[in-house]
């Protein structure tokens, strides 16, 4: 089955500068590559996500990018601001309906002001 | 935007009784919903996939005699916590994506806290 590592498994930044998070999946057929935020004891968000049509997809200092190739992808976080501070989870998915997300380990980001 | 409801929020109870999650998309159908087990500090992992009108599929290592999953319709699931004890205490979150949407985003429930004692 699927396996998805995530990277760092800690990331303290100050506020403004940038934070990067990576993951590697394992399974080739995986093409759904979602990143989640989640603050303690609330659900996950949905942050952004990414097809494996596409390299990459930006929305306001949120940025994914995906590399089929090596089967990794990327969270990048620009001007960072201490809201952002959370736990943030990539996952994958393969293109076949009803397959569940599987997720990599989480990061716990920390902006500090 | 897609909406799905998880009741209770919290659950506190005696060693030995069976708690009832339910898990409903409110504004679409799922064929499918899933069901995730989150202890602290730790990640989200799949526990069951629940699909409409057949048995749920479970992951290596969940007992499905222990948690038992009933998806009676495409707007509801719901899981049963039997004989619950304090190491079944965690965050158990369902999420569910639309029918006609095959490759599109989980929409997560609210998730619910149980606490044995």
């Known amino acids: 089955g699927e396996n998805v590592e995530q990277h760092p498994s800690t990331l303290s930044v100050q506020e403004g500068d940038s934070a990067v998070i990576k993951c590697t999946y394992s399974d080739s057929a995986s093409n759904y590559f979602p990143w989640y935020k989640q603050e303690l004891g609330k659900r996950p968000q949905l942050i952004i996500d990414?097809?494996?049509?596409?390299g990459e997809k930006k929305d306001q200092r949120i940025a994914v990018t995906l590399n089929k190739t090596a089967k990794h992808f990327s969270l990048h976080i620009t001007e960072t601001q201490p809201e952002d501070s959370a736990v943030y989870f990539c996952?994958?998915?393969?293109?076949?309906?009803?397959?569940?997300?599987?997720f990599g380990k989480g990061t716990t980001l920390s902006v500090s002001s | 935007g897609a909406v799905v409801s998880q009741h209770p929020s919290r659950v506190i109870c005696k060693s030995g009784t069976s708690v009832k999650i339910e898990c409903r998309s409110l504004?679409?159908?799922?064929?499918?919903m899933f069901w995730y087990r989150q202890f602290p500090k730790q990640s989200l992992m799949l526990m069951a996939t629940?699909?409409?009108?057949?048995?749920?599929?479970?992951e290596q290592g969940v007992e499905k005699d222990k948690f038992l999953i009933n998806h009676a319709s495409l707007t509801l699931s719901t899981l049963t916590v039997t004989s619950a004890h304090p190491e079944d205490s965690s965050f158990y979150i369902c999420s569910a994506s639309a029918v006609r949407y095959s490759n599109q985003p989980q929409h997560f429930g609210d998730g619910t806290r149980l606490s044995i004692l």
């Open positions: 629940s699909n409409e009108g057949s048995k749920a599929t479970y």
């Open positions: 996952a994958s998915r393969p293109n076949q309906a009803g397959t569940a997300l599987i």
């Open positions: 990414i097809r494996s049509n596409v």
């Open positions: 504004d679409f159908q799922a064929t499918t």
